[in-house]
């Protein structure tokens, strides 16, 4: 079992960086891709980004591209998602997740474990 923290968060206005990050423990880091989901106020958590085991592959979805850079450090077993140019509806919460499927999955079953999130709020 892998345990996943998130910290980065907060209160932004529109056009502004963030950069969340994920701390990992309990197992092999290199054994999991790794994902961001983000979740608004009365929407379904959708996927936002993820990295490969290997951090070679990468997929985001397209309403953050060019915006957004996802990273992993496995020396230090820890994942990041760089923000930029950030906007009123990036508005939610966060969450890292682990999988130890190949490739860069996307879908919210294919991760069996889960940060608690943080919270992103792009407001003036």
């Known amino acids: 079992q892998v345990q996943l923290v998130e910290s980065g968060g907060g209160l932004v206005q529109p056009g502004g960086s963030l950069r969340l990050s994920c701390a990992a423990s309990?197992?092999?880091?290199?054994?999991?891709?790794m994902g961001w989901f983000r979740q608004a106020p009365g929407k379904e958590r959708e996927f936002v980004a993820v990295v490969s085991r290997g951090g070679t592959s990468l997929y985001y979805v397209d309403s953050v591209k060019e915006r957004f850079t996802i990273s992993r450090d496995n020396a230090k077993n820890t994942v990041y998602l760089q923000m930029n140019s950030l906007k009123p509806e990036d508005t939610a919460i966060y969450y890292c997740?682990?999988?130890?499927?190949?490739?860069?999955?996307?879908?919210?079953?294919?991760?069996?474990?889960w940060g608690q999130g943080t919270q992103v709020t792009v407001s003036s």
């Open positions: 997740a682990a999988t130890v499927a190949y490739g860069t999955p996307k879908y919210k079953g294919d991760y069996a474990y």
């Open positions: 309990g197992r092999t880091f290199t054994n999991y891709a």
